[in-house]
Every structure is written in C-alpha cells, then in structure tokens.
C-alpha cells in the first residue's frame, strides 16, 4: 500500500507564494504518475497539475498554467507543487494523489484515474 502525506499549507496574503510537498511511502511502482488537485468550499475537487514519474512530464490546468509548478524529487519520492501569484480564488484543500502504472506521455487529470490520495493541506489566500 502506498502512503501520501502532504505539507506546506498555509496562510498567505495574495500576490505571495507556498511550496506545497507530498511524500511518498510504502509501496513503490516504476511507472506512475503523482497529480495535485484542490477543493474549494462547496465545489468538486479540481485537478490543478501532473507529473509522470518515469519521463518528468507536465500538464497543468488553465487557472495553474504560468503560475504553479509541478516538480519532483526521484531519490525523496516526493512531488512539489510551487506555487506564485497566489490569489483568493486559489483557497482550497489541496490533495496529492498517484496513479500506478502511466502509460508514457500519458497525463491523467481526471479524479477516477488515480489510486491513492493523501489527506489534504489547506491553502488560505487573504485577499
């Protein structure tokens, strides 16, 4: 079983920046891909960013593109999501989640693609 824990949340004026970690442990795969999404109050989880393990591929949702970054540390297995230019609309829980065996070049972004998900970190952006 593969554990994900998440860190890094916090509070934030607008317009500054947090690095959001996600660990990785227990079980590990040679081919998967670790995505980041969020949920804000009273809306579905959204997907904000991926990458594939193996090849280092990105994509990135609209509202992320230009401002978030998605990178990952092979040796830690851990994933980053760094994040500027945060905004109020950018509030949520956000929640790192893996999907096993990703086909190459592949980019899942939707919620039923992925395997496990850590526990959440909140992100709070004062306007």
């Known amino acids: 079983q593969v554990q994900l824990a998440e860190s890094g949340g916090g509070l934030v004026q607008a317009g500054g920046s947090l690095r959001l970690s996600c660990a990785a442990s227990?079980?590990?795969?040679?081919?998967?891909?670790m995505g980041w999404f969020r949920q804000a109050p009273g809306k579905e989880r959204e997907f904000v960013a991926v990458i594939t393990w193996s090849d280092g591929n990105t994509f990135y949702s609209d509202s992320a593109k230009g401002r978030f970054t998605i990178s990952r540390d092979n040796a830690k297995n851990t994933v980053y999501l760094q994040m500027n230019s945060l905004k109020p609309e950018d509030t949520a829980v956000y929640y790192c989640?893996?999907?096993?065996?990703?086909?190459?070049?592949?980019?899942?972004?939707?919620?039923?693609?992925?395997?496990?998900w850590g526990q959440g970190t909140q992100v709070t952006v004062s306007s």
């Open positions: 227990g079980r590990t795969f040679s081919s998967y891909a």
């Open positions: 989640a893996l999907k096993r065996n990703t086909p190459t070049y592949y980019s899942p972004k939707m919620i039923y693609e992925y395997d496990n």
